[in-house]
């Protein structure tokens, strides 16, 4: 053994072909560890030209010592055109000096995979490295199997990625972080810049994406810049392994296109796409259309008894959106799949969207732009609690609070949703078992005439809806709106309950304030509320039963103004003069 410039070496014999380094003299020697389990780059002659392959025959003798820490201090070192490809490594971990003391750069015409590649490893990291792109195209760090495209091979597994740099080329397809079936890991405390000076235009750039994987967790992460998502889960089932056990947490993104997008497109098989998945005090500035969004796709060969979603918690997220007029949403942008605050929804065939253990709670968005057409748009969708959620809209020229579309088994309970121009709640396309319990609705503005404030469309069928003890608030001004409740004429909608709901702010006389609509005999009249202020109040169902309609001043007791128009059809109008004291009214049908 001997030791040179600090290193510890082992001579070769001189017909070795497997030593590392050769001196100036001829002499073959072989990089040693250190007492700590260490070797450092610098031991095998890097030179700032292709060191990449220096860097990669460095691993390749930690890994054949039996593991350890490779170090690579301070400087800039040139990962050629590939990258640093680590291949079938255990045990070897990637130390930098931190911050961007240790630099990677890629050279021009870079088509590697990423700067550093985990594939087919098993139980290796990353930590403290700067990859500069440079303005060249690729991904920062990545690990999956042997290949990323067709995801063949063996699953990297227990990779750890932390407290890295990573900056990418500008508006183009690539990935700051990306996992790939990677089975166990984590991503925790790196910076990702997209280095974007347009994050309102979506090019498909990530942040941090993990394609498939399990046991993952993706952990106080600063991403910015990025024109396309800060966070990415996609699940291409006919490549990847399904999400299980993924843990997003407290992670910061700003000045991005989107927040966190989960996205899910399945064949016959992988069926169960986010299993057991935490979306958790994750944080977005100066986000410009995404909030948090989730959409499923390609359904073919699923059957009603398989969940794509079962166990998914998005609690406790903050998304401040931008007030930049150039990052607007288009007016034509489909609410569905971008624009609201909260997007959540899937397959056309909603009984091939089997959904369980969904919740979303406590999470706040902030200062959607006036173009995005809804708050929270959920559909189709499947089984969803939502419930302790603020959502605010900048002013009042969007057009929807909460779109409920071909939603089944879901309650939307004590949330907030601020400014809407057109409907507080607008629930179309055969949404059934649906409840809208407690929430509170504020400066719901209507801008036109034959608006209402919570409106079952035509064309839809939907059946058990409950809006039940919601509260609306007007807390300077007038209301102008014409309808409270709407049952679209010439659509069947059984079995509804629409009662307790409280209305308070002064109502502009002007417009009919009330429940009207075409309802069957069985659906639930239910009670109205309004309170101070001036207020007219009328009902006409072409298809009541009731023997009579009553108007109670609930301070009082006493019965106000009630008028029956039809006793053939059971249609009826009340109108209640100025409720100066403040009191509060039902209307119930009896």
């Known amino acids: 053994r001997t030791r040179a410039e600090g290193f510890a070496y082992e001579v070769a014999a001189s017909g070795a072909s497997d030593h590392h380094v050769t001196t100036g003299g001829g002499l073959k ?72 003391a240790t630099q990677l750069k890629k050279a021009a015409g870079f088509t590697g ?11 290796c990291s990353c930590k403290g490295v700067y990859v500069d792109s440079d303005n060249q195209d690729g991904n920062g760090i990545a ?84 024109s396309g998502n800060a966070i990415s889960l996609f699940s291409a089932v006919s490549l990847s392994s399904p999400f299980k056990n993924i843990v997003y947490a407290y992670n910061q993104a700003e000045e991005c ?32 259309q995404r909030g948090i969004s989730g959409n499923i796709s390609a359904e073919s060969g699923v059957t009603a008894s398989d ?15 931008s007030t930049s007029a150039e990052g607007a949403v288009s007016g034509s942008t489909a609410a569905f799949s971008f624009s609201a605050a909260l997007s959540i929804g899937g397959v056309a065939d909603i009984s091939k969207f089997e959904c369980r253990n969904v919740v979303h709670t406590g999470n706040i968005y902030d200062g959607m732009d006036n173009g995005a057409a809804s708050l929270a748009s959920i559909g189709p969708m499947k089984g969803l609690n939502s419930h302790h959620n603020k959502y605010r809209r900048k002013d009042s020229t969007g057009t929807v609070g909460a ?74 001004g007038t209301w102008s709106t014409s309808t409270l409740v709407a049952f679209s004429s010439g659509s069947a909608h059984p079995q509804q309950n629409v009662s307790g709901n409280r209305y308070y702010g002064t109502v502009n006389v002007a417009d009919e304030v009330g429940f009207v609509g075409s309802l069957p005999a069985n659906a639930n009249r239910g009670t109205f509320t309004m309170s101070g ?16 309609m009553v108007a109670v001043n609930q301070t009082s007791g006493t019965t106000q103004n009630v008028t029956r128009i039809d006793p053939t059809t059971g249609s009826f109008t009340a109108y209640l003069a100025a409720a100066t004291d403040g009191s509060i009214y039902s209307w119930r049908v009896i």
């Open 403 to 476: 779109y409920l579309y071909n939603a089944k088994d879901c309650t939307i309970e004590r949330d907030v949703f601020e400014k809407s121009q057109n409907y507080a709640v607008l629930v179309e396309q055969d949404c059934t078992n649906l409840a809208l319990i407690g929430n509170e609705f504020i400066d719901m503005d209507q801008a036109s005439a034959g608006t209402v404030q919570i409106l079952f469309n035509s064309g839809s069928s939907s059946t058990g809806v409950r809006v039940h003890d919601n509260i609306w608030r007007r807390p300077t």
């Open 533 to 548: 202020g001036a207020t007219s109040f009328s009902i006409s169902t072409t298809a009541c039963t009731g023997s009579s």
């Open 29 to 100: 020697l072989y990089v040693l560890r250190d007492a700590n389990l260490r070797m450092n780059v610098s031991a095998f002659g890097p030179d700032g030209t292709n060191d990449h392959a220096t860097i990669i025959a460095a691993a390749n003798a930690l890994d054949a010592a039996g593991g350890g820490y490779l170090d690579i201090p301070s400087g800039t070192y040139d990962i050629g055109t590939g990258g640093i490809l680590l291949s079938q490594l255990s045990n070897v971990h990637i130390r930098g000096a931190g911050g961007k």
């Open 143 to 226: 690990a999956g199997p042997a290949n990323f495209n067709t995801l063949a091979g063996t699953n990297s597994s227990e990779i750890h990625v932390s407290d890295n740099i990573v900056e990418l080329q500008p508006d183009e397809h690539n990935y700051g972080i990306l996992f790939a079936n990677v089975d166990g890991g984590s991503i925790i405390n790196n910076v990702v810049d997209g280095m974007t000076a347009e994050p309102w235009v979506n090019n498909a750039m990530e942040g941090i994406e993990c394609l498939g994987g399990t046991n993952i967790r993706v952990i106080g992460n600063k991403i910015k810049n990025i």
């Open 307 to 321: 969940y794509v979603i079962d166990g998914m918690l998005i609690a406790h997220n903050q998304v401040d959106f």
């Open 257 to 288: 296109f989107g927040l966190i997008w989960a996205t899910a497109s399945f064949g016959s098989s992988y069926l169960n796409s986010f299993l057991n998945v935490s979306l958790v005090g994750n944080q977005g500035r100066k986000i410009y």
């Open 113 to 123: 995979t990423a700067a550093v590649i985990f594939s087919e490893c098993s139980n």
